[in-house]
């Protein structure tokens, strides 16, 4: 008759020293964190610094706004610069443009990108390593190389002054980074739920519909802030299609705030300091919401088996 011995669990975790060493370690510890903290909190206030200055000069009186030194902080709080946003300019209707376009590009990156990301990693064709290459070198392609061309097929097809521009290339890939980035995190999904899928009759569809897709809220949620960033703030597409004002996007619009003369007693830098966080207000929200998947999404991305 054998008897088997229970072999004490393994311990990873550092040994601490007794006496005066743990002493020593302990105060070496805590003095580390003070150390780390401190510089976390300088770095922050680094950062923060001109997000506090951009509020502050939002809510100065053109007096207050040319004073040296300056104020931190309005001796005034002048909350009529952010009213005269909306009434010295359609701020409301930039904005509402901006949310059109933003939402219906958001939308077709996310789906056309999931698309062939699916494809790259469920199906077997020839040339599908070299193909998938190609696609992430078109990230080294500058867009001045590319603008020419498109502006000419868009005057072609009668889209100029419209948001079409904007909106339908989108719907074409999504875009070389995030076929990547999705690309990466659908490996992470194991292909037996795919199999499973197959045996009880489900079509390729609807295993990247009801499979893929809500197992990677994580991913689409980070392709999500990225695209309604970059769709949010682009200035330069809006800038060379877009030529009526009522069709501005708020980034072009924020140039009306420069390029028009207002009145004099108007303070133009505090009113544009006010437009300014009026823009950045949705995304830092969005941001804020989603922050919980985007980290979960950058963390578990490239992470296979």
Known sequence: MTTSKQSAPISFERERPAGKSAARYILGRRLSRVWLYTLLIVTGLAFGLPFFWTISSSLKSITEIYIFPPTMWPAEIRWKNYADVFTIAPFARFIWNTVIVTLLAMLGQILSAAVVAFGFTRFRFPGRESLFVLVLSTIMLPWQVTIVPQFLLFRYLGWINTYWPLIIPSYFGGGAFYIFLLRQFFLTIPKDLDEAAKLDGASNFRIFWNIVL???????????????????????????????????????????????PFESDEPREAILMAASLITALPVLILFFVAQKYFVQGIVTTGLKG
């Open 214 to 260: 809500p197992l990677s809220k994580a991913a689409l949620a980070t392709v999500a802030i990225f695209s309604f960033i970059g769709h949010w703030n682009e200035f330069f597409a809006p800038l060379i299609y877009l030529n009526s004002t009522d069709k501005f996007t708020i980034s072009i619009g924020l140039r009306y705030f420069v390029s028009n």
